[in-house]
């Protein structure tokens, strides 16, 4: 019988490879992203979002969580100057913070290694912000998948009200939040929850989001801020 599972287990891991490669293949994103030196497609996301909808300004403070590899960090210190590259604009600054490895990238502040989701890593964060407050919280944080629909959504969404949470407590009346997260019945109550705090919240999937993924994201604009509530 151990076999039998074991075999199984090999072939499901093989068409899912093989399925990877060939969506990786056909992507035009993928070969997109290597011209223009992003780390990874997923730029591509934050890239028409904030062209339809002006989310990244200069002189902004950006906190990007997720960020591994840092494609989305990439997109964010140009949009917001945080490497100086226009002196006639301001400087903004943007901090990276991901569990895993971030490769140093010039412009942003980056914490790897550390898990957002932990109590000391923010407050690492706080640390490195010196008492400024954040224009913008971007999370493209996804949890590991263990197969279970309901699990996964439930984890995702978890994620989700943390990064709000943090949000809420960092950033400066008028800022803005941007969530990923999967299309689910929670989402609702999600946005639901967010627009005590924001003035419109509204669901976005970027063309670059693949149509046969249920990622969504979840954008907050204008902070009422914590004291006038």
Known sequence: MKKVVSSELRKSKGVSSNHWLSRQLSDPYVEKAKMMNFRCRSAFKLIEMDDKLKLLKPGQVVIDCGAAPGSWTQVAVKRVNADNCDNKQPQGKVV???????????????????????????????????????????????????????????????????????????????????????QCADAKTLQDDMLKFYKTVKIVKPKASRSDSAEIFMLGRDFHGLENR
């Open 96 to 182: 990276a913070i991901d569990k895993q490895l971030i490769y140093p990238l010039e412009g942003a502040i980056i914490i790897g290694n550390l898990d957002f989701t932990n109590p000391d890593s923010q407050n690492r964060i706080l640390g490195v912000l010196k008492g400024e407050k954040a224009d913008i919280v971007i999370s493209d944080m996804a949890p590991s998948a263990t197969g279970i629909r309901y699990l996964d959504y439930e984890n995702i969404v978890k994620l989700c009200y943390l990064a709000l949470k943090f949000a809420l407590q960092i950033s400066k009346p008028g800022a803005s939040v941007l969530l990923k997260l999967w």
